[in-house]
């Protein structure tokens, strides 16, 4: 599969843009597939586009068919390039049990992309509420960091969102608990260890048909730190950022 792989699109949902700890592990994931695929890489930061919220007209699923009616944003653009794509990557932080609220004015703005609601009942077999609206659409991923320990609760919201837009069996979602910390101590052999899992994580991808192993999965989602010394990092760092307001 890794030579079918010819262009991979990945939106950089942060707000802290190239200061994204995300991001880090998302290029691992990513270099992993290139050493199997050769494929051109293109990334954007959510944080250069100009993307107005959805009117909620509605007009993308009547009178417009797909298309939206708010003109002279990046919308279009950016939809004709996830549609150009083989492999679309959505990368940002977790926040608040959900996406930050700019990838959300950019998700709200695909509804153009999904088919028009017609009374659909809930879908059983893991398909999308809607429907997508165009039959050859990207594998889809969405990589996603969090500052939790105990990350299955913490992302129930966002995966039963992703659940119901999608349809369970058309995204995969890799998850990284406590990546910024990890980034902040620069233990410079403890990151690279880090992000080789993600690195070697996107080699089986690209090799394996574009699925990741159970095996693969599990590792990706294990915190670097023991929920001990995870409390520990943590008091130290809220404690050194008082420090600073106070001096
Ligand atoms: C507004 C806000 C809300 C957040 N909510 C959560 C949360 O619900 N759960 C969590 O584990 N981390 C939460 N975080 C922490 C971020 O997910 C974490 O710092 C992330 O690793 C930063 O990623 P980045 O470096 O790519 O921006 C939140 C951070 C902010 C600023």
């Given amino acids: 599969m890794g030579k079918d792989i010819k262009k991979i699109l990945i939106l950089n949902g942060s707000p802290r843009?190239?200061?994204?700890?995300?991001?880090?592990?998302?290029?691992a994931f990513v270099d992993g597939?290139?050493?199997?695929?050769k494929a051109e890489v293109e990334y954007i930061n959510l944080n250069d586009l100009n993307i107005k919220p959805c009117l909620g007209c509605l007009s993308c699923w009547g009178r417009t068919e797909g298309e939206c009616i708010i003109k002279g944003d990046?919308?279009?653009?950016?939809?004709?390039k996830i549609l150009e794509a083989d492999i679309f990557i959505e990368s940002y932080p977790l926040f608040f049990f959900g996406m930050p609220g700019m990838m959300k004015v950019f998700t709200?703005?695909?509804?153009?992309?999904?088919?028009?609601?017609?009374?659909?009942?809930?879908?059983?077999n893991g398909e999308s509420f809607h429907g997508i609206r165009n039959e050859i659409v990207p594998k889809f991923?969405?990589?996603t960091s969090c500052a939790y320990t105990e990350f299955g609760p913490v992302y129930e919201p966002l995966i039963k969102q992703y659940d119901c837009i999608c349809g369970k069996n058309n995204y995969l979602m890799l998850f990284a608990p406590q990546l910024k910390t990890l980034i902040s101590l620069k233990?410079?052999?403890?990151?690279?260890?880090?992000?080789?899992k993600f690195y070697d994580a996107g080699k089986e991808y690209a090799l394996n048909?574009?699925?990741?192993?159970?095996?693969?999965y599990e590792?990706?989602?294990?915190?670097?730190?023991?929920?001990?010394?995870?409390?520990?990092?943590?008091?130290?760092?809220?404690?050194?950022?008082?420090?600073?307001?106070?001096?």
């Fill in 108 to 124: 709200d703005r695909m509804l153009s992309m999904l088919k028009t609601y017609r009374g659909q009942k809930s879908p059983v």
């Fill in 187 to 196: 233990n410079e052999a403890k990151i690279k260890k880090h992000l080789s």
């Fill in 33 to 37: 597939i290139v050493s199997e695929s």
């Fill in 74 to 80: 990046d919308i279009e653009m950016m939809k004709r």
């Fill in 17 to 27: 843009a190239n200061e994204s700890t995300t991001i880090l592990v998302t290029k």
């Fill in 209 to 216: 048909d574009l699925k990741l192993s159970d095996e693969t």
């Fill in 141 to 143: 991923v969405v990589i």
């Fill in 219 to 247: 590792l990706l989602k294990k915190p670097p730190f023991s929920e001990g010394a995870y409390k520990i990092f943590l008091d130290n760092f809220w404690k050194e950022e008082k420090e600073k307001g106070t001096k």
